[in-house]
């Protein structure tokens, strides 16, 4: 697309949102601001780069085979490189505990250490990208069906200590980056078919949790996050909603929650407004759930939308963290990376560019055709000639053009990859 017509058209719907009082300079500025944190685990499947064998376990479970996947830590990079120089802003990388440098040692994960990512801290930092982190429950001989909620001491004890050794390697990335480093808690525990402990195992699960959090850190953030089921857990999740809930309330610790963590029929935009209330800050993993946690890739849909409405509605773009979490291995990964990223991004932009004064203006005074009218108008607003403004000031490909980058990097690298 020509440059003088992506600019000849963002000046018509500037002018456009001017007759409605909306700056879009000033959206431009604020969705330069939001950084989402990209998940590592998209460009391999969840392999990482552990030497202890096996395969997916603990309710996890990536469906396709397309060629080309990264097979190695410096394809990765390569591949999440690639990936950024296709998705217009700054944004941050987050890792999982079996994405560590191990080289042909076999590093058990109760042993990991910061040494072993300090090779990421370093690549970020070349990179001016700042490093988010997760503890790994799941593919691991001690992972079953109970980790942290585990009634053997011994297995529970060795989930403790991973949990808290990938604390501290959030805290010393948090330390590097000047900035801190959001740590992650999911784990998989849970029951296939009916459970008369749930009690038991929530009590469990709650003072391992307890155990893990002992130590405090400046320059690391504790997340805790929530789901409904796993492949293999269907009746009984120890970690549900509910229980996170309490005891992120409790504790003062962030919620997570998943969009793929729910009910089919649930709102988690609905949630948002809801955790603020009592919670400092919440963290989302964004990805798109076909009839249950298939972790499909985000596309711009009423969901992920409305998600993003909510965040501008609460005013809440600096107390809530945007990460994704996907992993389609049926299509090209790099490409997959692109498109979630951006869709997210436009569902963004079209919140920063509501009517929202107007809109609660109609809604205080009880006019509600009004309020409903003006909610249908703003969708057919011309919010992607800004969006399309946004990616050429960022120097990325503006509209489909990002597919060829897809295909040529493909062509060039990923297809030679056996």
Same mark, same amino acid.
């Given at each position: ?25 000033? =959206?431009?500025?604020? !969705? ?31 469906? %396709?085979?397309?060629?080309?996947k990264a097979r190695n830590i410096d394809e990765l990079r390569a591949d999440i490189l ?14 999982? =505990? ?45 992972? %079953? ?28 990335? %948090?330390? =590097?980056?000047?900035?801190? $480093? ?50 293999? !857990? ?59 946690d298939s972790d499909h890739v985000t596309i711009l849909n009423d969901d992920t939308l ?34 979630? $990223? ?8 079209? =919140?920063? !560019?509501? +009517?929202?004064a107007q809109l609660r203006s109609h809604e205080a005074a009880g006019q509600g055709f ?9 969708? $057919? !607003? +011309? ?15 503006? %509209? ?14 990923? $297809?030679?990859?056996?």
């Amino acid at each position: 697309m020509k440059t003088e017509l992506i600019e000849k058209a963002y000046a018509i719907a500037r002018e456009r949102y001017a007759e409605i009082g909306l700056d879009t300079e000033k =959206a431009l500025d604020t !969705l330069q601001r939001i950084p989402l944190s990209l998940h590592c685990w998209q460009a391999d499947d969840v392999t990482g780069f552990e030497h202890l064998g096996g395969s997916l376990t603990g309710g996890i479970q990536t469906t %396709g085979n397309y060629p080309g996947k990264a097979r190695n830590i410096d394809e990765l990079r390569a591949d999440i490189l690639k990936a950024t120089s296709l998705i217009p802003g700054k944004h941050r990388l987050n890792l999982h =505990a079996i994405y560590g440098e191990f080289g042909n040692e076999t590093v058990d994960r109760d042993r990991i250490e910061p040494r072993h990512f300090q090779g990421w801290i370093e690549w970020a930092k070349d990179n001016d990208m700042k490093l988010d982190f997760n503890s790994t429950s799941f593919s691991h001989p001690k992972s %079953g069906d109970l980790s942290l909620a585990n009634p053997d001491p011994a297995i529970r004890d060795f989930w403790v200590e991973h949990t808290r050794r990938c604390r501290a390697i959030a805290e010393e990335m %948090g330390r =590097a980056q000047g900035d801190p $480093s959001i740590m992650n808690v999911w784990v998989h525990d849970g029951s296939k078919d009916l459970t008369v402990n749930r009690m038991k195992y929530r009590e469990l699960l709650c003072d391992s949790l307890d155990r893990i959090f002992e130590t405090k850190y400046t320059h690391m953030k504790d997340c805790i996050e929530s789901k409904v089921f796993g492949i293999g !857990l269907e009746s009984y999740t120890v970690g549900s909603n509910d229980f996170y809930i309490g005891y992120g309330v409790s504790r003062r610790k962030i919620v997570t929650l998943d969009t793929g963590h729910f009910h089919p029929t649930e709102s988690v935009a609905d949630k948002i407004s809801s955790l603020l209330l009592f919670l400092p800050e919440v963290m989302l993993h964004v990805s798109r759930p076909v009839r249950w946690d298939s972790d499909h890739v985000t596309i711009l849909n009423d969901d992920t939308l409305e998600l993003c409405k909510e965040i501008v509605r609460c005013n809440a773009l600096d107390r809530v963290h945007i990460g994704l979490d996907y992993f389609d291995a049926s299509i090209n990964r790099i490409g997959a990376y692109v498109i979630g $990223s951006r869709a997210t991004q436009k569902a963004l932009m079209q =919140a920063l !560019l509501e +009517p929202l004064a107007q809109l609660r203006s109609h809604e205080a005074a009880g006019q509600g055709f009004e309020r409903l009218a003006l909610l249908e108008e703003s969708k $057919s !607003l +011309p919010w992607n000639a800004v969006w399309d403004e946004f990616c050429l000031r960022n120097d990325v490909p503006v %509209g489909e053009a990002f597919i060829a980058d897809v295909q040529q990097y493909e062509h060039d690298v990923t $297809s030679k990859r056996q």
